[in-house]
């Protein structure tokens, strides 16, 4: 079990230009690919609810993991400890391993460890939290530090480069603002309905004209690229493309699938084939 930090955010910095975060990405394998742990996972991170600088564009870099996830490095306390984070707008937790972890465990021998002492603006609390997913489980203490901001314009985006292997570029975050040169057409709005999650309206799916569910519910999930949903829901949606069961399909069909219309703010807006199906090499 890896020992980390939970750390909750005070002393905010006011940002008055855009914020950017750059993305950079690893090589897709298919080894690292575990279809079950994946959807323990979702399934745990939906369900349970824990409880408890100036006007100039910064930069620092991002990475996708399987095309599935985005992350990049954040600073934390002061003077500054950096760690790689995932930007996930599923999760209201920040966490960081801490110095207590072990060598011998492989997630605190491969990252950066946060240590409070050595922090002018670290507060312990020494309140103790488990968390538990279906690709492990952590444990560890509370902590407030700094590492927050304040923006003028109260909006963030994602722009996602899914090119993995011509491009190490994967993206961009944006704090504060958005940048137009990240998209075409006009910006489809829609209200939050929770305050729990990123929970939006959703009007519908449509796969070749047929309607697969009607108005529900959806989280808008940074955390990960998948598309994760009940599993009726899901596995109607795979016969429909073809996919049946296993929820795998031979690479060469992709350009032969139908795209799938999700309905948002009355607004159909349609994901290609190869966009919603992940390709990963054969063992």
Same mark, same amino acid.
């Given at each position: 079990?890896t020992? !980390?930090?939970?750390?909750l955010?005070s002393t905010?910095?006011?940002i008055?230009?855009?914020?950017?975060?750059p993305?950079?990405?690893t090589t897709l394998? #298919?080894?690292y690919y @575990?279809k079950d742990?994946?959807v $323990?996972y979702?399934?745990?991170?939906y369900?349970?609810?824990y409880?408890?600088?100036?006007?100039?564009?910064y930069?620092?870099?991002? &990475?996708n993991?399987l095309n599935?996830e985005?992350?990049?490095?954040?600073?934390i306390g002061n003077?500054p400890?950096?760690?790689k984070?995932l930007?996930?707008?599923?999760?209201a @937790?920040l966490?960081v391993?801490?110095s207590?972890c072990p060598?011998?465990?492989k997630?605190?021998s491969?990252?950066?460890? !946060? @240590?409070?002492?050595?922090? =002018?603006?670290?507060?312990?609390?020494? &309140?103790?939290?488990?968390l538990?997913y279906?690709?492990? &489980?952590?444990h560890?203490?509370v902590?407030f530090?700094?590492v +927050?901001?304040? +923006?003028?314009e109260?909006?963030? %985006?994602f722009?996602?480069n #899914?090119?993995?292997?011509n491009?190490?570029v994967?993206?961009e975050?944006?704090l504060c603002?958005?940048d137009p040169?990240h998209y075409?057409?006009?910006i489809?709005? $829609?209200?939050?309905?929770?305050?729990t999650?990123?929970?939006?309206?959703l009007?519908?799916?449509i796969?070749?004209?047929q309607?697969?569910t009607?108005?529900?519910t959806?989280i808008v999930? =940074?955390g990960? =690229?998948l598309i %994760?949903?009940?599993?009726a829901l899901?596995? $109607?949606?795979?016969?429909?493309?073809?996919a049946g %069961? &296993?929820?795998?399909?031979? +690479?060469s069909t992709i350009p032969n699938l139908?795209?799938?219309?999700?309905i948002?703010?009355?607004?159909?807006l349609?994901?290609?084939p190869?966009?919603y199906?992940?390709k990963?090499s054969i063992?």
């Amino acid at each position: 079990m890896t020992s !980390f930090l939970l750390l909750l955010l005070s002393t905010c910095l006011c940002i008055d230009a855009l914020w950017r975060v750059p993305l950079t990405k690893t090589t897709l394998d #298919r080894k690292y690919y @575990n279809k079950d742990a994946i959807v $323990e996972y979702l399934r745990q991170k939906y369900i349970t609810n824990y409880t408890f600088v100036a006007s100039y564009d910064y930069q620092e870099g991002l &990475s996708n993991y399987l095309n599935a996830e985005y992350y990049g490095t954040i600073q934390i306390g002061n003077p500054p400890q950096t760690f790689k984070v995932l930007f996930d707008t599923g999760s209201a @937790n920040l966490w960081v391993p801490c110095s207590i972890c072990p060598l011998t465990d492989k997630a605190c021998s491969q990252h950066n460890k !946060f @240590n409070c002492t050595q922090s =002018s603006t670290c507060y312990p609390t020494n &309140s103790y939290l488990p968390l538990k997913y279906g690709t492990g &489980s952590l444990h560890g203490y509370v902590d407030f530090d700094v590492v +927050c901001m304040i +923006c003028a314009e109260a909006v963030f %985006a994602f722009y996602l480069n #899914r090119d993995l292997y011509n491009n190490t570029v994967g993206g961009e975050l944006t704090l504060c603002g958005i940048d137009p040169t990240h998209y075409q057409g006009p910006i489809v709005w $829609e209200y939050l309905i929770s305050e729990t999650y990123w929970q939006i309206q959703l009007g519908g799916i449509i796969i070749n004209g047929q309607q697969i569910t009607g108005p529900t519910t959806a989280i808008v999930d =940074s955390g990960t =690229s998948l598309i %994760a949903g009940p599993p009726a829901l899901v596995q $109607e949606i795979q016969q429909v493309i073809g996919a049946g %069961a &296993s929820g795998s399909i031979d +690479c060469s069909t992709i350009p032969n699938l139908p795209e799938i219309t999700f309905i948002i703010g009355g607004i159909p807006l349609v994901v290609i084939p190869q966009n919603y199906v992940i390709k990963v090499s054969i063992l």
